[in-house]
Each structure stands twice: as structure tokens, then as C-alpha cells.
């Protein structure tokens, strides 16, 4: 029976507190009537995944806020018609964020833009002086938000991954040695292995505390990394040979010790230099698997 699983995830509550706790401060201390929007957006915007990608987006918004004033002040300085410095704008706005390869959606310069542009009795300067203000509280809130309730540790995810691959591995060599002539492929753990990747970069941007225990954890990490890439370099050697040779007996008992239906007898009696290559790179894999699991299981807390 499969475990029920709820819908909504922390990061999602973490945000509704985070906004919450921005509109409460911002009804006291924001310096502008559209405060709530502004501190709502920040606040959203702060919530991300890790602690790195909270600071770029913290930066991001800021300093778009501040090039969408500059961009206002530019144009009204000019005398650049209404529409057309907005028009400008957006497009400077835009572009810059796609050179820059911002994640962020470019909301709050546009709005600061399009605000002081088609507002002529808006005061610049006091008018985006208090957009500042309004976003850093829902960003600085949305920070603290996220950094300190249940941070974001996927490395439960990355074990579970790893783990994986264990039974990918037997899978692989059960199908390899059990006697037909379909041989098994290695995408899935080829994406496994891409999702590890993934994951562990994730896991190296989290936490802005305990440096010396997150690099500890994540060297480990790596570790099963490397040793699961070099288990797929065996695993892709064994699937290309032309002719796969037989399994002597070492192997055989131990996969099977494993759980791996492999047959009996061997139903290609290939070469000796193909019986070598194959139990060589077998032996090698089975070694692999070994130092993965003493990796994952070394010690990861303290």
C-alpha cells in the first residue's frame, strides 16, 4: 500500500507564512501605497529552493527595482514621450534580463517603469525610494523565512537515488546472464545518474551554516557520484562486447547471493579471452557496488 503523500509541500507553506509575515511588517513600516504588493512579491520571490538561489533572487529584485527607477528617471529627464519610454524601457528591462539569464520574471522594474513614466505628478525619487523599501522587507522576510524554517535538504533524495542504483545494478546483470538473448540497456540509470548530478549541485547551494559539516556530507556524496559513474563505464562495457563470455563460478555464487536469477550453465561457450574480459569486468562492477554502499553508509552525522 503506498504511503499518502500531501499535496501541498513545505516550500509552498513556507511561502504563505513568508507573504504573511511580510504584509503584517509592511502595514507598519512600508513607505508606499502599493506596499502590500510590493513586499507580496518579494516575499514570493525570496522562497526558493536554496540558500543561493534566495540571494540571487533577493539581489535580482533589488537591482531590478533600481534599473527600472533609473530607466524612469532617464527617460523623464529626456523628455521621451510616454508611451515610447515605456516601450524602451521594457524592451532595455527584457533584455537585460535574458542576457543576464535571470530566472526571475522582470514584474517589478516594469511596474516601477510604467508607474513613474504614465504618472507625471508621481515624485521619482521619493516614489522609488519606498518601492525599495516595500520589496527589501518581503525579500528580507522571505529570506529569513526560508533559511530558518525547515531548510531545503535534499540529501535524503540523493541517498534514496544512489540506493537506486543498487537495484538498477542487479536488474542489470540479472538480465545480462539469465540465458536469453536480449541483452538489458542503460538509460535508466544513465538518468539516474543525471539526476544525481543535478541534485548534488542543489545540495552544495543549501545551508548558510555548518560549512564544515555540508562539505564533509557533500564530499561523501560525491564520492557515490564518481563510484556510480565508473560502475555505468562497467555496465556499458559489458552490454557492447560482440560476444559475451561465461561466468565462472566466483561470480555466479555471488550473484546469485545477490538475488540475481543468472542461469545455471552458460549458453554461449565463447572464448577464453572473452571468459576473462567478462568476469573481469563483472568482478569490477560488483567491487563498484561495494565501495558505493560503504560510501553511502559511512558517516554523514554529527
Same mark, same amino acid.
Given at each position: 500500500?503506498? #504511503? ?44 526558493? !529552493? %536554496? ?21 524612469? /528617471? ?7 514621450? *510616454? ?12 533584455? #537585460? ?17 510604467? &508607474? ?29 523565512? &526560508?533559511?530558518?524554517?525547515? !531548510?531545503? *535538504?535534499?540529501? +535524503?533524495?540523493? +541517498? ?8 538498477? /545494478?542487479?536488474?542489470?546483470? $540479472?538480465?545480462?546472464? *539469465?540465458?536469453?538473448? $536480449? /541483452?538489458?540497456? %542503460? ?17 552544495? $547551494?543549501?545551508?548558510?551554516? +555548518? ?32 560476444? =559475451? ?6 561470480n555466479r555464487k555471488a550473484l546469485r547471493a545477490l538475488g540475481a536469477a543468472v542461469a545455471e550453465h552458460c549458453p554461449v561457450q ?5 571468459? %576473462? ?10 567491487? =563498484?557496488?561495494?565501495? /558505493? ?10
Open positions: 500500500m503506498r #504511503s499518502w503523500k500531501s499535496p501541498v509541500g513545505m516550500r509552498t507553506v513556507k511561502t504563505a507564512l513568508a507573504v504573511i509575515l511580510a504584509l503584517l511588517v509592511v502595514e507598519q513600516y512600508g513607505a508606499s501605497p502599493a506596499k502590500v504588493v510590493f513586499a507580496t512579491i518579494g516575499a514570493i520571490s525570496a522562497v526558493a !529552493p %536554496t540558500f543561493t538561489a534566495s540571494l540571487l533572487a533577493c539581489l535580482t529584485q533589488i537591482c531590478g527595482v533600481t534599473v527600472g527607477v533609473l530607466l524612469a /528617471l532617464a527617460m523623464t529627464a529626456l523628455n521621451v514621450p *510616454d508611451m515610447l519610454a515605456v516601450g524602451i524601457g521594457i524592451i532595455v528591462i527584457l533584455t #537585460s534580463y535574458q542576457h543576464f539569464r535571470f530566472k526571475l520574471v522582470p514584474v517589478l522594474p516594469c511596474i516601477v517603469l510604467v &508607474n513613474v513614466c504614465l504618472n507625471p505628478e508621481v515624485e521619482a525619487l521619493t516614489y522609488s525610494t519606498g518601492r525599495l523599501w516595500d520589496t527589501a522587507i518581503g525579500l528580507g522576510i522571505g529570506m529569513l523565512v &526560508n533559511t530558518l524554517i525547515f !531548510p531545503y *535538504d535534499n540529501s +535524503r533524495k540523493i +541517498r534514496r537515488t544512489i540506493a537506486g542504483l543498487d537495484e538498477d /545494478l542487479i536488474l542489470f546483470l $540479472q538480465e545480462m546472464f *539469465d540465458g536469453d538473448n $536480449q /541483452l538489458p540497456q %542503460t538509460d535508466m540509470i544513465e538518468d539516474k545518474l543525471e539526476t544525481l548530478e543535478g541534485q548534488l549541485v542543489l545540495f552544495s $547551494q543549501q545551508r548558510l551554516w +555548518r560549512r564544515k559539516r555540508q562539505k564533509r556530507v557533500l564530499q561523501q556524496l560525491k564520492n557515490c557520484g564518481d563510484t556510480a559513474q565508473e560502475l555505468l563505464v562497467e555496465l556499458a562495457t559489458l552490454r557492447n562486447m560482440e560476444r =559475451l563470455g561465461c561466468l565462472n563460478e566466483e565463447g572464448t577464453s579471452v572473452e571468459n %576473462t574480459v567478462v568476469n573481469y569486468h563483472v568482478a569490477r562492477a560488483l567491487s =563498484l557496488r561495494e565501495e /558505493l554502499k560503504a560510501n553511502l553508509a559511512g558517516p554523514h552525522r554529527r
